[in-house]
């Protein structure tokens, strides 16, 4: 984590740096939006962090193990792309959550399932895309990404 | 109105958790001592790398801006306009209702029924902001393997909109 961290900070200064020398006022202008952007996430941030801190307290690790882990096979896709297609949880904030499970035991499968079907099927925003598609195609393309989201979480699982 | 109060309800719940917090410190109360631990692991590990993340995001945007690409949709085909709207989406940022409206807007500009769902699953999954973020919380390994194998599906899930939706006088409506 730390590391990662480390890359983040080496490659923002680095950027930055040559950003500067090419163009000093495009680069405040865009250090002010990136500021701008982390406003609007941060409240939302902290909460979810918030949240996640209280569930890890009340949830034992063997329960993700048994439903969520290596183990739990065919049951645990479907929990995992079930609960990512109903939720509307903004991406940013599900990787906590993602990195949490995977912490606590839940396999690369089941989270990889999980943050696909969350980014890509949306049962509670279908009404508004079947304002813009149409019923065929909006429940047609939820259902194609559903799939996927599994093909997806197999795959991954197999890679890592 | 109902913005004014979706951001206090934001506060209210962070500084109901910081209340119940001092009042765990000040009572002796464990579990919310423990919480409290596992809270602040989790924002060590945002603060230090969230705010890195939008310095690279604000800097991409300015230098590369999306209306420059948006700009050229429509007109190219083949590997080309595949490549040009999984670029557009790249740069974009916001949940998937958002991405709607643009769809609206490449299929007004003649984009085809594959790049407008090709850019839907990359405007989903290939975000520079989200990519950002899975890379800081669940490593490059797999953001890079979560990647490799979700792009061809979503292209296949494009071709196959496309040749399912050819006869059937696909539109999509403005709101």
Known sequence: ?160 | MKNIFLRNKQYLWLFGYLTVTLASFAFGFNPGKEVFGNFTKFFIEMVTFIPFLFIIVGLFDVWFPKEKVEKHIGQESGIKGILLVIILAMLQAGPLYGAFPVAYILYKKGASIKNIFIYLGAFASLKIPMLGVEIGYLGIQFTLARTLVSLPLFIAVGYFMEWYLKDRNFKINKL
């Open chain 1, 1 to 160: 984590m730390i590391d990662n961290a480390f890359i983040f900070i080496i490659v923002s200064i680095l950027l930055t740096f040559v950003s500067f020398l090419l163009d000093r006022r495009k680069t405040m202008l865009g250090l002010k939006k990136g500021w701008k952007m982390f406003q609007n996430v941060a409240i939302p941030f902290l909460n979810i962090l918030i949240l996640v801190s209280l569930v890890l307290h009340v949830v034992p690790p063997s329960l993700i193990v048994r439903y969520l882990g290596a183990g739990s096979g065919w049951g645990g896709l479907a929990i995992a792309a079930i609960v990512g297609s109903i939720t509307l949880i903004p991406g940013f904030i599900s990787y906590p959550i993602a990195s949490v499970l995977i912490k606590q035991g839940a396999s690369y499968t089941t989270v990889a399932t999980f943050m696909t079907t969350l980014m890509m099927v949306g049962v509670v925003t279908l009404p508004l895309e079947i304002k813009y598609f149409g019923r065929r195609v909006a429940i047609l393309r939820n259902v194609l990404n559903f799939i996927a989201a599994i093909v997806i979480g197999l795959f991954v699982g197999l890679i890592l």
